[in-house]
């Protein structure tokens, strides 16, 4: 089987999540599509990668076609073992997605969706994620598919910076119910998380359990702040942690140090 494509799409709820078949479908008309993502779901795996145990894959069929490649592995695994190894050329672009559930504020850092996109633009490969604005397990992923079929086409003929991604979250509205494009930034949340402490046979367990994130500082032009309003929300995201404007402060601080 030959695993080059012009297109790799993978995503972080498992190979079996509907979010992942509407995404190929839209993007099946701007080339070829390879899907390699997760046998099982891996949301909130953030950019783990697996080092103590082997990477299986398995070729899953749909209606008697083959759909794509099942790894048992996290998403960044799926993207890093498919840029490295199964495809022989690099695609064109790297779309992960559509996850059930937005993907915005601090939550990106957590998030397997981005984080397959963003191995993506560790091989230097322009690479989108998609997600939507949903949690109701029947959604429906029409009008988030053709979004980030718009995007994707968009991102084909207009390269980024490296290291850059585009970040997309759609509301689950109807289409005359989305207010428009908001190029937004990253919110920051405070967690109303907590974990329930549970006793099992005589063995404390800890299940992480809570309510919606608060948003620090909300503005219109935060992520979670417009896709919540009923924008859909593109972010620039980078992966260069480094905050350049300490540094030279920093750098007196800690000058005679020896
Ligand atoms: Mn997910």
């Known amino acids: 089987m030959d695993y080059q494509a012009d297109i790799l799409i993978s995503n972080d709820d498992g190979i079996h999540a509907p979010g992942l078949q509407a995404l190929k479908k839209a993007l099946s008309g701007l080339g070829s599509v ?9 949301s909130a ?10 990477l299986r894959t398995a070729e899953v069929f749909k209606d008697g076609e083959f759909f794509g490649l099942s790894v048992t592995g996290t998403p960044a695994d799926c993207v890093k073992l498919a840029l490295h190894t199964l495809m022989p050329k690099l695609p064109k672009l790297v779309v992960s997605g559509i996850n059930l559930g937005p993907n915005a504020g601090t939550n990106v850092l957590y998030s397997g969706t981005v984080a397959a996109a963003r191995e993506g633009t560790i091989f230097g490969v322009p690479s989108l994620a998609a997600s939507l604005r949903s949690f109701q397990k029947e959604a ?5 598919a053709e979004y980030t079929r718009r995007f994707a086409e968009w991102m084909l003929s207009h390269p980024l910076p490296p290291g850059v991604l585009l970040n997309l979250n759609v509301p689950a509205l109807p289409a005359d119910k989305i207010l428009g494009v908001k190029v937004t930034r990253v919110a920051r949340y405070r967690y109303r998380d907590r974990y329930e402490i549970r006793l099992e046979r005589g063995r404390t367990y800890y299940w992480l359990t809570g309510e919606d994130a608060e948003v620090i500082d909300p503005a219109p032009d935060l992520d979670s702040v417009a896709v919540d309003a009923g924008f859909v929300s593109v972010t620039p995201l980078g992966y260069d942690l480094t905050q ?3 540094r030279p402060s920093l750098e007196t601080a800690f000058k005679t140090w020896k």
């Open 34 to 42: 390879l899907v390699v993502a997760p046998d099982v779901e891996k």
């Open 45 to 54: 795996f953030g950019h783990g990668i697996t080092l103590m145990t082997p």
């Open 140 to 144: 429906d992923f029409y009008l988030a």
């Open 244 to 246: 350049e404007a300490l």
